[in-house]
């Protein structure tokens, strides 16, 4: 079994932030992939599932950002599950918008919500981190981050969410590197 979690802060005001790309990544996830209802569970919301051959369970803790990782660890504690068994998704600044890339362990890059995960499991975790550049001053870093997506920008992030549903059998599989490719030539197309 494997627990996909992505980070956002819970309620419909955040819905459209730059910072809860992860839980609008599980919730086209379940969609795409038929995955059962969701359930409260593990200081957050939970859907079972399937993806290719793997068991997939899709985690969004309701905990807000800066404590995801008891939710988390929650979660990992009760299924006996290591962090090689975890794949957080989540918004990078440092990345330009709508790029996705993948790598385990690394930095927190200043992110709350990788910050409690590391505090509650240590950094080694694989991470899918979804591009939304950095609006050039760190003054103007948590308005952007906190802020909606543009109308200007919708296309592009429908057509990136789809591409990583669709290649979510990929990552499943342990494919990084074939789901970074295919999720980039989905984008040029």
């Known amino acids: 079994m494997q627990i996909w979690t992505g980070l956002g802060n819970p309620g419909p005001q955040y819905a459209m932030h730059r910072h809860n790309i992860g839980f609008m ?9 038929a995955f059962g209802p969701a359930q409260k569970k593990f200081s957050g919301w939970v859907q079972e599932g399937r993806i290719g051959t793997e068991k997939v369970l ?3 803790p309701a ?3 800066n404590e995801s990782g008891r939710a988390v660890g929650e979660a990992l504690r009760f299924y006996k599950l290591g962090t090689e ?4 998704f989540h918004d990078e600044l440092d990345l330009a918008p709508f790029k996705v890339k993948v790598r385990t362990g690394g930095g927190l890059a200043g992110h709350n919500g990788l910050r409690s995960i590391d505090k509650h499991l240590g950094p080694d975790f694989r991470r899918v981190r979804i591009g939304i550049g ?7 870093v948590t308005g952007h981050v906190l802020g909606n997506y543009a109308k200007a920008e919708q296309d ?3 057509q990136m969410l789809a591409a990583i ?8 599989a342990g494919d990084d590197v074939r789901f970074m490719s295919d999720v980039a030539m989905r984008m040029q197309g």
């Open 156 to 158: 592009d992030l429908v």
């Open 85 to 88: 068994a975890l794949t957080v």
């Open 165 to 172: 549903g669709c290649e979510a059998d990929r990552l499943a």
């Open 134 to 140: 950095h609006p050039g001053h760190k003054d103007r």
């Open 25 to 33: 990544v599980c919730d086209v996830i379940a969609e795409m992939h």
């Open 63 to 65: 905990t807000f950002m």
């Open 58 to 60: 899709l985690l969004k």
